[in-house]
């Protein structure tokens, strides 16, 4: 039974083997001394529904995720496009058998996922949201409150630690629940995490959306500065940084060129504030106007010829 396999040619060849084909080769003159070989590499078969495309490299699931308590032996059940009856019903026996924790966090996650694809945000936010909302979970410092609230506060968030903070009004707008329990969890969680987050300032927003708008970088800069020195200032006691940077983009835009005005009320929805939210900050900086621009602007209108409200 101990019979050692080489070529008959070149006896003291180090035989190679051929995964693909399955054999072993001489490599001194390409003889095929063995044959059906088993191939201990990765099997990347898929076993996918057909009609789902059925070319993912997949082959025992997803890997450990540390956030669901039974991960490391347990099985997913995925119910995709085209699947029988017979897999729904699987998949929903999975999900009973699951213990509460565990099940909270999946929908927790799947919700993160849904909404962060929906405003385009990296994967390490939405990782940084599910370990947020994990803490949240052994905390039981919310246990209660909606699944779905507790997970956009949470995105909400990670956003700010990440430095790409969004507005209540932004992550709401991707959400099925109201910004007030949003609000509310965001509040309840950082009480209850004693989370440390970075203050926003007007800047943080700028750039995105003077980039919506379709404004140049001259205007952002000059915005900016507009609106870090009515902070400065003690112009806008009582606003939000939102309604500050809205109001800035809208004083900097109409002392710009004519193509690159914007109204109030196009600012506004891009900033998540109202039209009349924007004015009436805007009216806070109009009478200090010549003092909140940069020194070097490019005026084309006059700074007494810019509009009073």
């Given at each position: 039974m101990n019979v050692q396999v080489q070529c008959q040619y070149h006896p003291n060849a180090h035989l190679i083997e051929d995964h693909r084909a399955g054999d072993l080769v001489c490599p001194e003159c390409g003889l095929v001394v063995g044959d059906r070989l088993v191939d201990v590499g990765t099997e990347w078969r898929s076993f996918s529904n057909e009609k789902s495309g059925g070319n993912d490299p997949s082959r025992v699931g997803a890997p450990e995720n540390p956030l669901l308590g039974g991960s490391d032996l347990s099985t997913s059940i995925a119910v995709g496009f085209g699947s029988s009856d017979g897999d729904q019903t699987l998949a929903n026996a999975q999900r009973k058998n699951m213990n509460n924790t565990d099940r909270q966090m999946s929908q927790?996650?799947?919700?993160?996922?849904?909404?962060?694809?929906?405003?385009?945000?990296?994967?390490?936010?939405?990782?940084?949201?599910?370990?947020?909302?994990?803490?949240?979970?052994?905390?039981?410092?919310?246990?209660?409150?909606?699944?779905?609230?507790?997970?956009?506060?949470?995105?909400?968030?990670?956003?700010?630690?990440?430095?790409?903070?969004?507005?209540?009004?932004?992550?709401?707008?991707?959400?099925?629940?109201?910004?007030?329990?949003?609000?509310?969890?965001?509040?309840l969680i950082v009480k209850s995490l004693e989370t440390n987050l970075e203050q926003i300032t007007s800047a943080d927003f700028m750039s995105r959306f003077?980039?919506?708008?379709?404004?140049?970088?001259?205007?952002?800069?000059?915005?900016?500065?507009?609106?870090?020195?009515?902070?400065?200032l003690d112009l806008v006691a009582g606003r939000s940084p939102i309604s500050i940077a809205a109001a800035a983009i809208y004083m900097a835009s109409n002392a710009s060129a004519q193509a690159n005005r914007k109204s109030a009320k196009e600012i506004g929805e891009i900033a998540g504030a109202a039209e009349v939210t924007v004015k009436q900050t805007y009216k806070l900086l109009f009478p200090r106007a010549r003092d909140l621009f940069p020194a070097d602007f490019n005026f084309k209108v006059p700074i007494e010829l810019l509009p009073s409200s």
């Open positions: 927790a996650m799947s919700v993160i996922r849904e909404m962060s694809e929906r405003i385009h945000l990296a994967r390490s936010i939405q990782d940084m949201a599910a370990k947020i909302f994990k803490d949240v979970l052994d905390s039981k410092a919310l246990k209660g409150k909606n699944n779905e609230a507790q997970a956009a506060a949470c995105l909400y968030i990670a956003c700010r630690k990440e430095g790409v903070p969004r507005t209540f009004k932004e992550i709401c707008a991707v959400s099925r629940v109201s910004k007030k329990e949003i609000g509310r969890c965001f509040k003077c980039g919506n708008l379709g404004l140049p970088h001259d205007i952002q800069s000059a915005a900016t500065r507009i609106a870090k020195k009515a902070v400065e």
